[in-house]
T-cell receptor, first 117, second 110 residues
Framework: DTGVSQDPRHKITKRGQNVTFRCDPISEHNRLYWYRQTLGQGPEFLTYFQNEAQLEKSRLLSDRFSAERPKGSFSTLEIQRTEQGDSAMYLC???????????????FGEGSWLTVV | DAKTTQPNSMESNEEEPVHLPCNHSTISGTDYIHWYRQLPSQGPEYVIHGLTSNVNNRMASLAIAEDRKSSTLILHRATLRDAAVYYCIPGNTGFQKLVFGTGTRLLVSP
């Protein structure tokens, strides 16, 4: 399977613990996104990378959240001191360079479900 | 970001055509209209996008109003697998993110 890969798919953690999600984008996709989705709502944008540079961050991304893409390939999203309100599905997505035929298409992974108890 | 208005839900029978409307009256002249769908417990997937002319692909057709203030996603023959939430999203070619609304939940009955 050559789609966007996310790990772990499910995570249950106690309030106050730190969690980290990993995303492997489609090969040669230089753009990478993180979204968060709660039940009944559409995905909400969190942050965007072009190669290794983090170009945009949503106000939703509080200081407890940090995302990295150190070599412009895989990315991690870490949540420190988790709260019950962080329970959601965290979606990673990637897209090819804009000049490519599919440059207007974003490809999503299947998401990482987080439950904070 | 252009605001969109979509019905909360729609119902269809299997093998019948489905027309999913979207109003985007504040769309800018350079915004494409993207449609994504999300099947239960999965991430969103691309369906189709267009700028001015109607577009067809193997999944669906997109009919864009002449004034571009509305569009309609057309599924020619709905299947049970088409049951999903469908999102209409305006965005320009240089977009850096998709802004999702709440979409239309499509229910398909056998």
């Amino acid at each position: 399977d050559t789609g966007v890969s996310q790990d772990p798919r499910h995570k249950i953690t106690k309030r106050g613990q730190n969690v980290t999600f990993r995303c492997d984008p489609i090969s040669e996709h230089n753009r990478l996104y993180w979204y968060r989705q709660t039940l009944g709502q559409g995905p909400e944008f969190l942050t965007y990378f072009q190669n290794e540079a983090q170009l945009e961050k949503s106000r939703l991304l509080s200081d407890r959240f940090s995302a990295e893409r150190p070599k412009g390939s895989f990315s991690t999203l870490e949540i420190q001191r988790t709260e019950q309100g962080d329970s959601a599905m965290y979606l990673c997505a990637s897209s090819p360079p804009q000049w490519r035929v599919e440059g207007n298409t974003i490809y999503f992974g299947e998401g990482s479900w987080l439950t904070v108890v | 970001d252009a605001k969109t208005t979509q019905p909360n839900s729609m119902e269809s029978n299997e093998e019948e055509p489905v027309h999913l409307p979207c109003n985007h009256s504040t769309i800018s002249g350079t915004d494409y209209i993207h449609w994504y769908r999300q099947l239960p417990s999965q991430g969103p997937e691309y369906v189709i996008h267009g700028l001015t002319s109607n577009v067809n692909n193997r999944m669906a057709s997109l009919a864009i109003a002449e004034d571009r203030k509305s569009s309609t996603l057309i599924l020619h023959r709905a299947t049970l697998r088409d049951a999903a939430v469908y999102y209409c999203i305006p965005g320009n070619t240089g977009f850096q993110k998709l802004v999702f609304g709440t979409g239309t939940r499509l229910l398909v009955s056998p």
